[in-house]
């Protein structure tokens, strides 16, 4: 299959609705332009395209999927917004332009966060887009998102990343940021796909094993690619961990280990597929594309 | 009735379901502490409440309503935390004790806030306390109050409030922010309290027509206060909003007229139960009470 061309049309699915979603301006005006800034600054929409890959994977036909995938996409551009602000990693540039801060001052840049994060909320309450999808399924896959994303998923993850900043490197902590920082909303996105498609037990329990493993080997290889790669193909600084000391795979167990890392939990995620069938492959791909990515 | 005793006994049971909640610790420790300091720090719990109550006077006979009114001041507190921020309000002073970031720090202090935001629409889809309470129903409520905390609800009024210090005075503007502000969300959570009782679609509007009155009403006894009041009663400074030349009530329309669009609001609030049967009683006093409170 050509992967680039499924997760360019998937992309492009995800693009579109999130234009027409949030095209109507009833906000104030700064505000609205701020969100939308960040939300189309140009991001690979990684976390939308597992979920509708996943969807499909569990059986799933429609594009009723499209909104609630693209949700995830609308909690992605809220935490890098927060992650950004000079109390956080102080960062001056995300996917190659100035961070929400530096173009609109840290007032709206937190406030465009905290409007992203809740409005994902309503986008995945909102039961005008399901038809096929039952209601007791979106309400069950937004709780797995919001435990994901919350004080014991994504916000434990970037605080502990914080607090741990310059402190003696530690493989567990490291993990822990790492799993809570990064895989547990990767995690999150498949299973949303599995449990919309109305997924069994045992084939949520595999797409979970897939999302951990590719969750974590996908942070493992953004670590590798802050300390190898170009700062222009990134589109953000390369080098910056090391210069805030922060704890990585490469600082940890070194390149070549951090790359045997990858693969191995790439290669088990494949593994964790094995009952399901071709409709599995875009899954398959993915993980693949993920660890052989250049940004 | 004692409505005295009524707020104080559904306080208690808000808080005791809180304190259960989210005592066990499995988020980094800084960041736990910071979530309950501010949880904590002693607000009258005004939100769940009147949900508690709306839910009583549609018909609710259960304590199950508890964990999802109780969501409503993770949500309020949350917009505290990020409100008092240097880059937002800049206040020192919360019901009497330091502001999250003077204790805890900038980057702690919008983490809290992004985890209390977060977590509170992971108990608003917790299924575990529903028995009585339909699944369908839960999701809707939960939409509600999404919609009136997110970028066209308070956060537009948070937002618009700090774009328009030092602006020319305009009673529409004024209005655009109270709503949004305060407003919105006090109207949700007397609709969470119908929703979730299973209340007919008369109900639920009567309800809103009572909760946007009461929620207008409550801002502009918020801005008298911040006028008249005192320092220690209130527990936050006396003249702030005159110092930071926000626009009020009192600075648009004076103190006289603004008391008496206060007790119009009030007086159309309770107006708009005349369907309702003595169970709403308790929500008849408590619009009595927002109008006479004292902090």
């Keep these: 299959m050509d992967i680039k061309k499924y997760l360019n049309d998937k992309k492009e699915a995800v693009d579109s609705f999130l234009h027409a979603y949030f095209k109507e301006q009833r906000r104030p005006a700064l505000l609205h332009e701020a969100m939308l800034y960040s939300l189309f600054a140009g991001g690979k929409r990684i976390r939308p395209v597992l979920a509708i890959a996943s969807y499909e994977a569990c059986g799933g036909k429609s594009d009723e999927i499209v909104p609630y995938a693209s949700a995830l996409e609308v909690i992605h551009t809220y935490s890098l917004i927060h992650d950004d602000l000079p109390a956080m990693d102080n960062d001056d540039l995300r996917r190659g332009k100035p961070t929400s801060h530096k173009v609109y001052g840290e007032t709206i840049a937190i406030l465009a966060g905290d409007a992203l994060l809740t409005d994902a909320f309503s986008l995945l309450s909102d039961t005008t ?41 530690d493989k567990n902590m490291l993990q822990f940021i790492h799993i809570h920082k990064t895989t547990a ?42 300390v190898e790669g170009d700062t222009k193909e990134m589109g953000k600084a390369a080098g910056s961990d090391a210069k805030t000391n922060k704890m990585t795979y490469p600082s940890l ?15 088990d995620a494949i593994d964790s597929l094995a009952s399901f069938s071709s409709a599995a492959d875009p899954l398959r791909e993915i993980a693949l594309y993920l660890l052989n990515r250049r940004n």
């Excluded at 897939?210 to 974590?216: A, D, S």
């Excluded at 167990?253 to 290669?267: A, D, F, N, V, W």
């Design 129 to 169: 887009f399901c038809h096929t999808i039952k209601e007791t399924d979106l309400l069950k896959a937004l709780h797995e998102i919001s435990i994901a994303s919350g004080s014991m998923g994504m916000v434990a993850g970037q605080a502990q990343d914080i607090l741990s900043e310059n402190s003696v490197p």
């Design 185 to 226: 909303i990767i995690c999150a996105s498949v299973k949303l796909g599995c449990i919309l498609a109305g997924g069994k037990p045992e084939k949520l329990e595999a797409i979970s094993s897939y999302g951990m493993g590719i969750g974590l080997a996908f942070q493992v290889v953004d670590d590798i690619l802050n």
């Design 253 to 267: 167990y070194g390149i070549e280990e951090s790359r045997q890392i990858s693969k191995k939990l790439i290669s």
